[in-house]
């Protein structure tokens, strides 16, 4: 599978990485549903074995289920093939009240307590990219939140240091206090924003960049529907989602099944498609991809390898610009 530098970290990661949001599993805020812990693990195992480097979590994921798991994951896995382990933090949770959204804290003694509640759960010395999942709300200067993440470097908790969901104002505070090492963007077909400020800022100042949703959390897939989506989990958030409901269900589907002829043509699933897509445009590192199962890891493993054609990039973006789907720049440089 190729590589990348991610930054100027001194990290060379796969250009796909495993995402375990699903593996949080049921019964909070913003789960998936239901999930089996044996099948993430499986998931995992099958990912890494196929030459995936990296996975991505988050402590909010099942609200420290997902870690958990991952860190079950790691301990079958020899420590010389171990993958590397990037998580989340800055999001706060009321264990009393598991549906309640948790609150977006950056406070520095609360990053700290984060930071070794994450090296107990997945039961490493050390995490090799700690990123903020979300801007403070509570009224914490970006500076002091940045400032903690610096030190726990400094101490050797964390190897890196990065953001998600930053903007490029949030951007420049923080890297006026130490550099950012690793931004993590949502980024898809449908979701193309962070294409126009976000990830040029990054590729300018050399910053990795490891995006978030490639697949539009499932929509751009092979066999996803709307009937798939009358089926979901009653406690899986995108049922409620702006991109799940009409209109814009509508206009998704179509920018999918515009996708088929270029899977066909390169023998390739429709995730593939929409993954190496992604991984094309300057200034994105890797691209992190969730599954359930292997067959799911199976799916869009190949978008990692896969060259797509000033063609078929030509055809991509006027199929976006045909479906009405998403918004922001279609077609990379």
Known sequence: MNTRKLGTSGMEITTIGFGSWAAGGGGWAFSWGPQDDDASIGAILHAVSRGVNWVDTAAVYGLGHSEEVVGRALARILASDRPLLFTKCGLVWDPADRRSPARRIARPDSLRQECEASLRRLAIERIDLYQIHWPDESGVPTEDSWGEMGRLVDEGKVRAIGVSNYEVALLERCEAVRHVDSLQPSFSMISRGSAADVIPWAQAHGTGVIVYSPMASGILTDSFSAERVAAMADDDWRRQATNFVEPALSRNVAL?????????????????????????????????VGARSPEQVDGWLGGGSLKLSADDLTEIARAVERSGAGSGPVRPA
């Open 256 to 288: 999918r099944d515009a996708l088929r002829p270029i899977a066909r043509r390169h023998g390739t699933t429709v995730s593939a498609v929409a993954v190496a897509w992604v991984v094309t445009w300057p200034g994105v590192t890797g691209a992190i």
